[in-house]
């Protein structure tokens, strides 16, 4: 007879500790007196997947896999789509529940779909648990939010009785021989494009490095953050996408220190982080004009024939061939370090909407750039933050100008002084 099992598919949570897809998944597993699994499936063809950002996935999942491995949960890593993957191991075990993390983005709710239905076919449990955001989003709100202050108090009045820490104690004796391990890693990076590594250590011992460091010289700095080398940011943004580092235990952390900047930071990495994700699970076209609000569609429309003094292509975009010795310079960054200051972020990308034809050319060659660059990108707030600055999502209108209408606007003096960035500097270090 076939064994029962249970599979976490893991996705969008690399890590043991805080995650409350394994604590459901070995809950399911104890109540039914099943094994527990855990299986992650290298999607062929997944967009904007490369070595930069591959190397720092995996690395930071064969961490994880050889902890499980400690309590007898093999890891599983299948080169294909999730259900041929299921296909596979339903022929050695029979699987009663499959849990996946709760996505919102497209790429991921297409393969969510595929599985939903092969659950049903197969009489097979499926469920979705939030290991992303401190209160699900659809707790946080039922509906599209206009903007951080629509969204703030509901967030506020309630996150607090999201803190509890959640801990699994599951064990089983099953054989881990054929679980994932770093050794397998170079091999498998051969498939992808190349990109010069991150200096960030993957993984989640090195996300809890990253925040407590934070904790204890960053936060003191974080009201100077906008100044490129206070040092004041705290790096997470990578870990917190690949889900790394608990956002529970980030915002526990960072409150229990009671620092006068301690606000500030949940103001960014509770508040609008969540906002991201509300945009980007209740508006499908987040990565379009025809998501955004309508005064922002009015005001573009009204100015796509506005004489623009210069427009780039993607390539001269992409290989900081502009006029403008910032824009080069921050995109300098973003190609060899995947990271760039979130100040700069703003500027890098507003410029784009002022060089191009089209809004919508500036938003498609800012997620080719964002995504394929950005240790951090293909996340909510990548497209939220691109939203932001070329088509007012969550903003409001402002003074009327050529080419950007209502959008806010943003020049380089006054990008150099608030951040007292030097473009011609041939170093940075993150
Ligand atoms: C054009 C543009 C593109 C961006 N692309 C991405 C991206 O691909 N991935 C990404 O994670 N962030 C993105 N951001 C948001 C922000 O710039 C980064 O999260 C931040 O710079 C990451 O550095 P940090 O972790 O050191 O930030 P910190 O200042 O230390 O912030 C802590 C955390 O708060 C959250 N946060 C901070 N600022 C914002 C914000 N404006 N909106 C939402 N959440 C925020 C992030 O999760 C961040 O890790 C983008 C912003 C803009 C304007």
């Not at 648990?129 to 309630?158: D, G, W």
């Not at 009201?223 to 004041?232: M, P, S, T, V, Y």
């Amino acid at each position: 007879m076939k064994e029962n099992v249970v599979v976490y598919w893991m996705s969008r949570a690399i890590r043991v500790n805080e995650n409350p897809a394994l604590v459901q998944a070995s809950e399911i597993a104890i109540e039914n007196g099943a094994m527990l699994i855990v299986v992650f499936a290298l999607i062929p063809d997944f967009p904007f997947a490369n070595t930069r950002n591959m190397d720092f996935l995996l690395r930071g999942l064969a961490e994880v896999s050889d902890k499980l491995a400690n309590r007898g949960i093999p890891l599983f890593l299948y080169q294909g789509y999730p259900v041929e993957a299921f296909d596979d191991f339903q022929k050695e075990f029979r699987i009663i529940t499959i849990v996946n993390e709760h996505h919102v983005l497209k790429p991921f709710l297409f393969s969510q779909e595929k599985v939903r239905e092969w659950c049903l076919y197969q009489d097979v449990d499926f469920k979705l648990v939030n290991t992303a955001c401190v209160i699900p989003v659809e707790e946080a709100s039922s509906k599209l939010e206009f903007a951080a202050k629509t969204i703030r108090s509901k967030i506020m009045n309630k996150y607090k009785n999201y803190l509890d820490e959640i801990h699994s104690d599951f064990s089983q004796t099953m054989d881990t021989s054929k679980r994932f391990k770093a050794g397998e890693i170079e091999v498998l990076l051969k498939n992808y494009p190349h990109l010069t590594r991150s200096r960030l250590i993957p993984g989640e011992d090195a996300a809890h490095q990253t925040l407590n460091e934070f904790i204890a010289l960053g936060l003191e700095n974080y009201d100077q953050r906008n100044l490129f080398d206070a040092k004041g940011q705290s790096y997470l943004s990578a870990y917190l996408h690949f889900g790394m580092i608990s956002p529970v235990k980030m915002i526990r952390e960072v409150e229990k220190t009671n620092h006068r900047n301690a606000p500030l930071f949940v103001e960014e990495a509770l508040v609008r982080r969540e906002l991201a994700e509300n945009y980007c699970h209740y508006q499908k076209h987040y990565d379009s004009l025809k998501g955004v609000w309508p005064w922002a569609r009015e005001t573009l429309q009204l100015h796509l024939d506005d004489p623009r003094d210069y427009i780039y292509s993607l390539e001269q975009f992409e290989q900081s061939q502009t006029h403008d010795e910032l824009w080069n310079a921050c995109q300098r960054m973003v190609v060899e370090q995947g990271y760039l200051h979130s100040y700069l972020r703003m500027y890098w990308a507003k410029m784009v909407l002022l060089w191009t034809k089209h809004p919508q050319d500036a938003i498609d060659i800012l997620i080719y750039l964002n995504d394929t660059y950005f240790l951090d990108g293909r996340d909510p707030n990548g497209y939220t933050g691109i939203m932001w600055c070329v088509a007012g999502v969550h903003d409001r209108p402002w003074f009327n100008r050529p080419i950007i209408g209502l959008i806010r606007a943003m020049g380089k003096d006054g990008t150099l002084k608030k951040t007292k960035f030097d473009p011609r500097r041939l170093k940075y270090d993150i």
